[in-house]
């Protein structure tokens, strides 16, 4: 792996725009907008904004204009994508799903990015659309042309950027932001969690230069290219919840208005690209690959290769029993299927141990157990890969996400922040427990 000092990762980003990689949606078994990213990490995202991307709407348009949207490391706007794809949760099944946010809504998406080829693919992405811009930016040192405009209603990232910046930079953007902001503006951290079982190495860390660590985005590139070594590393920030909380309160008081965390989670927590790496210590199966499959279309996956079996280091301690408990819910789960899908009939009340399983492991089992019996009869197409595969993977990363709290436990860990004394937002997800019972 080519050693690399710069944190804009400014070759990765050339190299990887170069090769068309974000151009707009892309999915498969591979990829930046792989299976698990569209079906599931984007999905999850967007359910999480969703109460408070519907709040905002509501007070622009009381307020007699459009919604003002910042992306903070834009990439090539992938966050317009996020933001404008959030459908209301009405229980339609009509053939337009409404959106919370339609874009005759938007007064303007500003994209800043630092990467010069970023800001040119956004810029093709959405050519014509007269309320997207993009514009280059440093975000280390400013918010660039942002901080001339008029306040905006969403300050959002989207999948590692602000990772790019130092804590004490991410720190002083906040403050402006908040400086910037109206009361009741959201903010949205979409960072790399720290605790991930990708990098057991980070977990014990303790100074900033600790909390600082190589990454790369080697899972984009071809093996042959991978063993070449020249894979660009570059440093990221690694954050833990509880960092994320202490950062606000800084920024709070620094900028002498709230910022206030109203929602926080865990995404992928054994799912990340590097699990399947394995670059920084990962010692799990492929899981990500596996999950990608279940995502496919008439491909069927070996389910025996999806069980974890996660055995602790002889240390112990903290995350490692946390990821004991979700493994031997996920594990459940697996080998629930696996048996159902070999025909043998399980009467679920009757487990051992029923009463006592965690309620997201019940709902889990419960739902799969339904899926398998509405359509195991049906004789056309492929039932397993088409309909029950995907059913499997959304009830272990629904499940997964039921049972985490935003700890830092997952690849990325996204936070909701709202900007002074604001209201919670309406629907906002209750605190959650911070580790599945046993
Ligand atoms: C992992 S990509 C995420 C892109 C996009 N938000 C997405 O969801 O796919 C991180 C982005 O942060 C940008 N970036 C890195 N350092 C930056 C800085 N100092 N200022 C502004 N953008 C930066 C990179 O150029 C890159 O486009």
Known sequence: MKEDSDPSASRTYSETVARGLYERSRRGLVGKHDNVRTYWEDELTRNALRPFLRTRVAASAAAGRGLRVLDLGCGAGQGYELLTQIREQDGSLEEQPRHVLDSTELDVYLGLDLSEAMVAQGRTNYRGMHHVHFAQAD???????????????????????????????????????VRHARPGAVVVLDLLGRLSLEWPGYWQASTEAEKTRPYSMSYLFAEEE?????????????????????????????????????????????????????EYGAQLPPLRRLVNSLFEHNVHTPLAELEIGYAPAQSGGYPQGLFCQLGLCWDSVVRFAHQRMTGQRIALVELAGWRDFPAPLQMALLTLDRVIDSVAWIDVGDVRANIIEPQLAYVLLRM???????????????????????????GASAPRRASAPA
Do not use: K, N
Not at 142 to 171: I, K, V
Not at 228 to 236: D, I, N, S, W
């Open 400 to 426: 997964l996400h039921r049972l985490q709290s935003g700890v830092g436990c997952g690849h990325g860990l996204v936070a909701a922040l709202t900007v002074g004394p604001a209201p919670a937002a309406e």
């Open 226 to 278: 991978r063993a070449t070594g020249q894979v660009e590393t570059f440093p990221l920030r690694f954050w833990t919840g509880r960092e994320v909380r202490e950062l606000c309160s800084r920024v709070s008081e620094q900028a002498q208005q709230p910022l206030h965390v109203a929602e926080m989670f865990d995404r992928s927590i054994f799912v990340g690209r590097h699990i399947d790496t394995g």
């Open 139 to 177: 975000l280390r040192e400013d918010l660039g042309p942002a901080a001339a405009e008029p306040p905006f209603d969403m300050y959002c990232s989207s999948y590692g950027s602000l990772s790019h910046l130092s804590a004490q930079h991410l720190e002083d953007r906040l403050v402006q932001i």
